[in-house]
């Protein structure tokens, strides 16, 4: 019990938490006005509007130039990794993601249907922005099947650079908004 009283009175980890599930909370949120059902798997899942990896490193990263200073070691390694991470939520999960998306019509698919897997799709939806981006929204046939436990790879696990920069927007506003203690 004493370990978890350690760990939330730690400043960076409270700062740090609550962005996470502040963003969280807002991706359920802003999925159920979207698409007007309750998705939970969105209060865990990768993805999504805003990002909560974003939000907790640049939380993290404000918190530490707060509390530290901008010439502390402990700030730049965390702006390093804050980095890292928001480079690889828009860089390599999201190509893992389009990647998934792909292998899941492949095996899906019978030679007839190849083309139009490779047609060019205009889609001018705003659900596209938050909820299933253009070139990430899963096929909702993919999703049932998911849900039943069939072996089929995730699709939504990166993040488009507006929802990066909205979950950093979001973790350095809830680390100015917390007291330093």
Request: hydrophobic share 50%; net charge positive.
């Amino acid at each position: 019990m004493e370990t978890i009283q350690l760990i939330f009175s730690n400043y960076y980890i409270d700062v740090a938490l609550l962005s996470w599930l502040i963003a969280q909370v807002l991706k359920t949120f802003l999925t159920f006005v979207l698409t007007k059902e309750v998705v939970w798997e969105r209060m865990v899942g990768a993805g999504g509007m805003p990002s909560a990896h974003s939000a907790l490193v640049c939380s993290l990263t404000a918190s530490m130039a707060r509390k530290l200073g901008f010439t502390s070691p402990v700030f730049a390694l965390s702006l390093v990794f804050s980095a890292v991470v928001m480079y690889d939520a828009m860089g390599v999960r999201r190509a893992a993601g389009e990647q998934a998306k792909v292998l899941n019509k492949i095996v899906e698919m019978t030679s007839d249907n190849i083309r139009e897997m490779f047609a060019p799709k205009k889609t001018k939806d705003i659900k596209n922005l938050f909820v299933r981006r253009k070139n990430m929204e899963p096929d909702p046939e993919n999703v049932r099947k998911m849900e039943e436990g069939k072996a089929l790879l995730k699709e939504l696990l990166g993040h488009t650079p507006l929802e990066v920069l909205a979950g950093a927007i979001l973790g350095i506003a809830v680390a100015m908004l917390i007291p330093v203690f």
